[in-house]
C-alpha cells in the first residue's frame, strides 16, 4: 500500500510517500522558518498563503522522489489537526482534491498521533504497547499505546507546553524564532545548577506537567537583572532553564515506566531533537533497563512521512474519512484517560 500524505499544521508544508505503513519513499518539507524569524513567530496568515503556493509542487516532488504517479497511489492522507486554522485548511483541501479526482480512500490524522509514529518509521522492529513521552511546541504529553490505533493519556500538560516555553524564553532572551535551539545550543555550555528555577507540578502524584510557573520565574529573574542593571550570563540562564524542564519531563517519565510496566518509552515532538533532554531521558532508562526510542531530528519536526505511517495502520482498521472533511484546529486526542 502506498499512501501519498499532506502535512501543513504550522509553517512547514510537507509531502511524502510510504509504503507498507514504515517505508520512507519520499519525504519532502518547504519549511518557511526564514519568513517567519524576521516577525518573531509563525503569522498564521502568512503561513496560509505560503501553504497555497508550496502544496502542490511538494506533493509533485513527492511522487517524483519516490518514482510513483498519482496512479500509483492506493490512498490519500492528510493532517486534520491540531494546528493554524488556515494552514490546515491548505492541506486538507489539496488532499481531498487529490482523493476525489483519483477515486481513492482519505485518511485523517491527528498531528500529535503521527509524532508518535514517527518512531515506527524509525525503528522498524518497534510495536505496541509502549509509552510515549510527546513534547511539541503546543503539547506536552504522556501517552501509553496500547496498539496501533488504541491510545490511553496518562497526563497532559495543564497550561503552557514544554516548546511554548522554551520559545518564549528565547525570545525574552532575544533569540530569533526558533528559539529552542538557540535554548539548547547556549544550555550545553552553560552550568545548569547556576539558578534554581521551579519544577512545575515536579513532586506532586499526577503525570500532568506545568510549565507556566517556570516561564514567569525565567522571565522575572531577567527583568530582575536588566533593573538592576546586573549582568545575566546567557549560558547559565539557558542551562537552568533547560534543566528544570528536562528534569520533570524525565522524573514524570519514568514515574509512569513504574507504574505501567512498559520497558520502551518512545520520545516524540519537536522538542524531542534537543540534546539535553535526549541524553537525560537515555541516561534514566539504561539504569532502569528500559528502552529508548527517539526519532531523528528531521522527523521530530512536522513531515508528511509521519503522517503517512498513521494513515496506513488507521487505513488496515478501515477508519476512513468522508468528502466533506474539515480542518479542526482544536482536534483533541481521542484516547481514554487511565488513572494510576
Known amino acids: 500500500m502506498k499512501i501519498l500524505s499532506f502535512e501543513s499544521s504550522c509553517d512547514e508544508t510537507s509531502c511524502a510517500v510510504i509504503e507498507d505503513g514504515r517505508h520512507i519513499l519520499s519525504d519532502v518539507i518547504s519549511t518557511q522558518?526564514?519568513?517567519h524569524k524576521k516577525f518573531g513567530g509563525v503569522?498564521?496568515?502568512i503561513a496560509?498563503?505560503?501553504?497555497?503556493?508550496?502544496?502542490?509542487?511538494v506533493a509533485i516532488e513527492a511522487l517524483e522522489q519516490a518514482g510513483c504517479s498519482w496512479e500509483d497511489i492506493d490512498a490519500i492522507a492528510v493532517t486534520q489537526g491540531p494546528g493554524l486554522v488556515g494552514a490546515l485548511l491548505v492541506g486538507v483541501a489539496a488532499a481531498k482534491a487529490a482523493a476525489w479526482a483519483l477515486d481513492k480512500p482519505l485518511v485523517a490524522v491527528n498531528h500529535m498521533e503521527g509524532h508518535i509514529f514517527a518512531n515506527l518509521l524509525q525503528y522498524p522492529d518497534l510495536e505496541p504497547p509502549f509509552l510515549s513521552l510527546v513534547v511539541s511546541g503546543g503539547h506536552t504529553m504522556i501517552v501509553v499505546v496500547k496498539d496501533y490505533n488504541t491510545f490511553q493519556l496518562l497526563g497532559q500538560t495543564r497550561?503552557?507546553?514544554?516548546?511554548?516555553?522554551?520559545?518564549?524564553?528565547?525570545?525574552?532572551?532575544?533569540?530569533p524564532y526558533p528559539g529552542g535551539p538557540h535554548i539548547d545550543r547556549l544550555a550545553q555550555e552553560g552550568n545548569p545548577d547556576a539558578i534554581s528555577f521551579p519544577m512545575g507540578l515536579g513532586r506532586e502524584h499526577t503525570f500532568d506537567f506545568s510549565f507556566s510557573g517556570?516561564?514567569?520565574?525565567?522571565?522575572n529573574y531577567l527583568n530582575t537583572a536588566k533593573m538592576k542593571k546586573e549582568e545575566i550570563n546567557p549560558k547559565d540562564v539557558a542551562a537552568s532553564f533547560q534543566k528544570a524542564v528536562v528534569d520533570v519531563l524525565v522524573e514524570k517519565a519514568m514515574k509512569a515506566a513504574e507504574a505501567t510496566g512498559y520497558k520502551t518509552i518512545a520520545l516524540a515532538?519537536?522538542?524531542?531533537?534537543n540534546s539535553g533532554l535526549r541524553k537525560a531521558l537515555k541516561e534514566e532508562c539504561d539504569k532502569r533497563g528500559i528502552r529508548?526510542?527517539?526519532?531523528?531530528p528531521v522527523l521530530c519536526t512536522d513531515n508528511g512521512a509521519m503522517i503517512g505511517c498513521r494513515a496506513y495502520y488507521m487505513a488496515k482498521a478501515g477508519d476512513f474519512a468522508p468528502m466533506n472533511l474539515n480542518a479542526d484546529p482544536r482536534l483533541p486526542f481521542l484516547a481514554d484517560q487511565l488513572k494510576l
Not at 529508548?292 to 531523528?296: E, F, S
Request: charged share 25%; net charge negative.
Open 33 to 35: 522558518v526564514p519568513i
Open 43 to 45: 503569522v498564521p496568515e
Open 48 to 57: 496560509s498563503r505560503h501553504h497555497i503556493e508550496d502544496v502542490l509542487p
Open 159 to 175: 497550561d503552557d507546553a514544554a516548546g511554548e516555553a522554551f520559545d518564549k524564553i528565547a525570545r525574552v532572551m532575544g533569540y
Open 214 to 219: 517556570l516561564k514567569s520565574a525565567v522571565i
Open 269 to 273: 515532538g519537536g522538542v524531542a531533537a
Open 292 to 296: 529508548m526510542c527517539r526519532p531523528d
